[in-house]
């Protein structure tokens, strides 16, 4: 079946530009995720969204990211007066909703690389 | 601080050997452990979860899990050179809490 789809797969913007990512999740997950990766650097968690509960934004780094999720499924994670520092991989991923162990396991999409020049 | 650690190698192995990777975590009350595998310029891919003391084996992985001592480890066996990439423990805390370590990177040499 499909994966995890993100779109763009790359974006080049000018500092000061907003920027809006896009991601799809899994048909049937309920669970989105939104993780930021710099070059050599680890996963940093931004945000989780679960069903219509009230999304987890304790990652996000500063007042100018957001994130949103339509009806549950895609989710657009938006970046405004972007700066060099906000240059990384951006990554999504989704699982099922939390009813078992395995519904934990996080499946990732294949990211976008934004940077901001 | 919850925090999740790896060493960050490189962890080089012949070609044919057992590759052993480890995970260390801080909060005691981390509930399920999983690892992933980075290719380079790729995003992660799940390799295996576990959540219960103990092994579980998939293929040539093992997984063993030790809450006692806080502890979470991977196994490859008959390392191949495909399997050379970056390897990142995530564990989670709580609901939904996931860290991730800073990955170990793994070389196969052939």
């Known amino acids: 079946g499909a994966g995890v789809s993100q779109s763009p797969s790359n974006k080049v913007t000018e500092k000061g530009k907003d920027v809006e990512l896009r991601c799809d999740p899994i048909s049937g997950h309920t669970a989105l995720y939104w993780y930021r990766q710099s070059l050599g650097q680890g996963l940093e968690f931004l945000i989780y969204f679960q069903g219509n509960s009230a999304p987890d934004k304790s990652g996000l780094p500063s007042d100018r990211f957001s994130a949103e999720r339509t009806g549950g499924s895609v989710s657009t994670l938006t970046i405004q007066r972007t700066q060099q520092e906000d240059s990384a991989v951006y990554l999504c991923?989704?699982?099922?909703?939390?009813?078992?162990?395995?519904?934990?396991?996080?499946?990732f999409g294949p990211g976008t690389r934004l940077t901001v020049t | 601080q919850k925090e999740v650690e790896q060493n960050s190698g490189p962890l080089s192995v012949p070609e044919g050997a057992i590759a052993s990777l480890n995970c260390t975590y801080s909060?005691?009350?981390?509930?399920?452990f999983f690892w992933y595998r980075q290719y380079s310029g790729k995003s992660p891919e799940l390799i295996m979860s576990i959540y219960s003391n103990g092994d579980k084996e998939d293929g040539r992985f093992t997984a063993q899990l030790n809450k006692a001592s806080q502890y979470v480890s991977l196994l490859i066996r008959d390392s191949q050179p495909s399997d050379s990439a970056t390897y990142l423990c995530a564990v989670r805390n709580y609901g939904q809490n996931f860290v991730f370590g800073p990955g170990t990177r793994l070389s196969v040499l052939p």
């Open positions: 909060d005691r009350g981390s509930q399920s």
């Open positions: 991923a989704s699982s099922l909703a939390p009813t078992g162990t395995s519904s934990y396991e996080q499946y």
